[in-house]
């Protein structure tokens, strides 16, 4: 089955930027999302974009600030992060949707990756 692989997390100032990317084993025509899980809060919902990238959908939290891409000639999504705050805190995961459709809930999601940490100081 398609595995992902996130990179691009770090440790960042507040008001720094990161570009995380998600690498997909094979190709996906499915719809694929950014989660962030931080300590005593359930994975929450960052963005998504759908195979073709002409739907692409933001939390309130990050919207502004956030870009989701994604190039199916390389299997990549990224999510280009700005402005970050500290509150930005947590493991980013990406996820790949059981369709094309994006959606909030995380048990829609049939693989996921391991994660990347994203640290902001303030």
């Known amino acids: 089955q398609v595995r992902l692989v996130e990179s691009g997390g770090g440790l960042v100032q507040a008001g720094g930027s990161l570009r995380l990317s998600c690498v997909a084993s094979g190709r996906t025509f499915n719809a694929m999302t950014w989660f962030r899980r931080t300590p005593g809060v359930d994975r929450e919902f960052v963005a998504g974009?759908?195979?073709?990238?002409?739907?692409?959908s933001y939390s309130d939290s990050v919207k502004g600030r956030a870009t989701v891409s994604r190039d199916n000639a390389k299997n990549t999504v990224y999510l280009q992060m700005n402005s970050l705050k500290p509150e930005d805190t947590a493991v980013y995961f990406c996820?790949?949707?059981?369709?094309?459709?994006?959606?909030?809930?995380?048990?829609?999601?049939?693989?996921w990756g391991q994660g990347t940490q994203v640290t902001v100081s303030p």
């Open positions: 974009i759908a195979w073709n990238g002409a739907i692409t």
């Open positions: 996820a790949i949707s059981r369709g094309d459709a994006i959606w909030l809930d995380p048990k829609e999601y049939i693989v």
